[in-house]
C-alpha cells in the first residue's frame, strides 16, 4: 500500500504544474522577470510566511512590528529597482495617508514616517532567494539634511540591522526630490484609496 501511494505522489508530482510554487521552498520553473501575475501571486503567498519570520527573527523595532501596518500596494510590485527584486510595500501609520496619495510634487512626509519594504526574487532557476527589509525613516527637520531628512536602513534575512550606506541609498531616491526622496510602488499594484 505505501508503495502504492509513493507511486501517485511521484505521478502527480510530475504531472503537477511547474510554474506553481512548491509549498516548501517556493521554486518556480522559471525566473521572477518572465512570472505572469498569477505566478507572482502564488509565489508572494508562499514567501510571505518566510519574510515575516526573517525580518522579525532578532525583534528589530521595524522588523518585528511592520506586518502590523497598512499595505501601499494590494500586491507585490514586478522585479525592477532595488536589484530586480519584488518589492511589497508597507508604511506606519503616521506617514501612510500621505505617502498614499502618490503624489507627485509637492510631497513632505511627516517626521517619524516608516516605509519598509520586504524584497525578494526568483533567481534563474525559479528557486526562491530573499532579500532585505528595505527601511526609510523620516526624521526631524536638520537631523539628516544631506539626506532629505532620511535614514536608509536595512534588515537582513537574520532580523539584525546591517549597515547601510546613506550616499548609496540617497543617490538613487534623489531623483524623487519632489516627492520628499521616496519612490512609489508602480502604479498598476498601487493602494487605491
Request: net charge neutral.
Amino acid at each position: 500500500m505505501k508503495r502504492l501511494f509513493a507511486k501517485l505522489f511521484v505521478i502527480a508530482a510530475l504531472l503537477a504544474p511547474t510554474s506553481i510554487a512548491h509549498a516548501e521552498d517556493c521554486t518556480f520553473s522559471k525566473p521572477a522577470d518572465e512570472m505572469s501575475e498569477t505566478e507572482s501571486d502564488a509565489l508572494y503567498a508562499c514567501v510571505e510566511g518566510k519574510l515575516k519570520t526573517a525580518y522579525g527573527k532578532a525583534g528589530h523595532d521595524v522588523g518585528a512590528t511592520y506586518r502590523n501596518w497598512k499595505n501601499a500596494s494590494i500586491r507585490p510590485a514586478a522585479p525592477g529597482v532595488h536589484s530586480e527584486r519584488f518589492l511589497m510595500t508597507f508604511v506606519n501609520e503616521i506617514g501612510y495617508d500621505a505617502y498614499t496619495e502618490f503624489k507627485d510634487e509637492g510631497v513632505k512626509l511627516p517626521a517619524g514616517t516608516v516605509i519598509a519594504k520586504e524584497s525578494y526574487t526568483a533567481n534563474k532557476k525559479g528557486k526562491l532567494a530573499i532579500g532585505p527589509l528595505l527601511i526609510m525613516v523620516k526624521l526631524k527637520e536638520g537631523q539628516a539634511e544631506k539626506y532629505g531628512d532620511w535614514k536608509y536602513v536595512g534588515v537582513g534575512t537574520n532580523g539584525k540591522e546591517f549597515k547601510v550606506s546613506q550616499d548609496f541609498c540617497h543617490a538613487c531616491h534623489v531623483a524623487f526630490e519632489t516627492q520628499d526622496y521616496v519612490g512609489y510602488p508602480v502604479e498598476e499594484v498601487r493602494v487605491i484609496k
